[in-house]
Nanobody, 115 residues
Framework: QVQLVESGGGLVQAGGSLRLSCRASGRAFSGKTMGWYRQAPGKQREFVARIYGGGTTEYGDFVKGRFTISRDRTLRTVYLQMNSLKSDDTAVYYC?????????WGQGTQVTVSS
């Protein structure tokens, strides 16, 4: 079964850091584009970051150099390093990846930033 499992969320003070992980089951996502999205209460899900198979990365406008997406192919894991966190970053963070024509989502991990 193709599956993505996020971890690493938690409660952090404003200005702090967290590293989120997204581990893929099997090899279905090997070399594929993987992304992170987030959804705050009462808001639509928004794009955070994306990493292409070749390593190119893209970020949402609000990131402004605070977050870094990376991947470890051996561990089949994609990371999101988040620094200088703000209260506005509070949300459930989801990773996703495409398998054929299907977009697979993880279950999400909660990030709460206290001011």
């Amino acid at each position: 079964q193709v599956q993505l499992v996020e971890s690493g969320g938690g409660l952090v003070q404003a200005g702090g850091s967290l590293r989120l992980s997204c581990r893929a089951s099997g090899r279905a996502f090997s070399g594929k584009t993987m992304g992170w999205y987030r959804q705050a209460p009462g808001k639509q899900r928004e794009f955070v970051a994306r990493i292409y198979g070749g390593g190119t990365t893209e970020y949402g406008d609000f990131v402004k150099g605070r977050f870094t997406i990376s991947r470890d192919r051996t561990l089949r894991t994609v990371y999101l390093q988040m620094n200088s966190l703000k209260s506005d970053d509070t949300a459930v963070y989801y990773c996703n990846g495409a398998v054929g024509s299907a977009l697979v989502w993880g279950q999400g991990t909660q990030v709460t930033v206290s001011s």
